[in-house]
């Protein structure tokens, strides 16, 4: 599989290569990419319609060797923003994709808000039987809307900071062992924390394990999956932005807005 184009970024905010002793580290400051906005919104959105719509129906395949296997089918487009998510911190680096995360976390919880409020007030006479039906597709319970936000939040901000060290790691090289490997690791911290959260106590354990195992195996599948995809994204937004971020002098700390 051909390596991503690495495209030395000409203009003094850039960073395809790391500082030089004794200089300033490089900085987004002052840079304008044309389609970092539009990779965000398209991580929003992503996010926002797999758990507003995809969460509300279990879905079940039969499998050869595996047998029959129940899942969430959300899981068909969730991973989605994990690939967005490799894809903003290849190009643009981890403190960009910080911010797309936060702006998802907010657009989430908003979402969880409203849907708290509506489905709350009071309703019309003709609408009882349909009220009914919100209720069963948006009426999450609280421990399912906190494990959904805590499980995206913590899940995210893993896959992004394993894949800007991997960069580092690997001199930028080896593009597929990084979103691979960075989702590996993100989507076990997020299956983990959503189905102990949502679902312990609730569920039997083993129940609980094995629809996690379950969701875990094919988010990642969808990666491996999406691969040549990811590649030309990135190769895309690289030339097109005149950006390749390495990660050298970043804060990796999770809370903060500045880039």
Request: hydrophobic share 50%; aromatic share 14%.
């Amino acid at each position: 599989m051909p390596e991503p184009i690495a495209t030395p970024s000409t203009s003094p905010a850039g960073s395809s290569h790391a500082a030089s002793p004794g200089t300033h580290p490089p900085s987004h400051t002052g840079r304008v990419y044309r389609y970092y906005d539009l990779v965000m919104v398209a991580f929003v959105t992503v996010l926002l319609c797999s758990n507003l719509i995809g969460a509300a129906k279990a879905a079940q395949v039969t499998l050869p060797v595996i047998g029959t296997v129940t899942f969430g089918a959300g899981v068909l487009f969730f991973p989605i923003s994990y690939i967005f998510g490799d894809v903003l911190t290849e190009v643009y680096g981890y403190g960009r994709d910080r911010r797309v995360v936060w702006a998802g976390f907010a657009a989430l919880a908003f979402a969880t808000f409203m849907s708290v409020v509506v489905l709350n007030m009071p309703v019309a006479p003709f609408m009882a039987d349909y009220q009914k039906s919100l209720q069963d597709v948006f009426g999450n319970t609280w421990r399912i809307a906190l494990g959904s936000l805590i499980a995206f939040c913590c899940g995210s901000f893993t896959n992004s900071f394993v894949l800007a060290k991997m960069k580092l790691w690997t001199g930028g090289r080896w593009l597929w062992s990084r979103t691979i490997g960075s989702t590996l690791a993100g989507e076990l911290v997020d299956s983990s924390l959503f189905y102990v959260i949502a679902f312990y106590g609730i569920w039997p354990l083993h129940e609980v394990i094995q629809v996690a195992i379950a969701q875990y195996v094919l988010k990642t599948a969808w990666e491996v999956v999406m691969t040549p995809v990811t590649y030309k994204v990135v190769n895309f937004l690289k030339r097109a932005e005149n950006e390749d971020w390495f990660d050298h002098h970043t804060n990796f700390t999770p809370f903060r807005l500045r880039v």
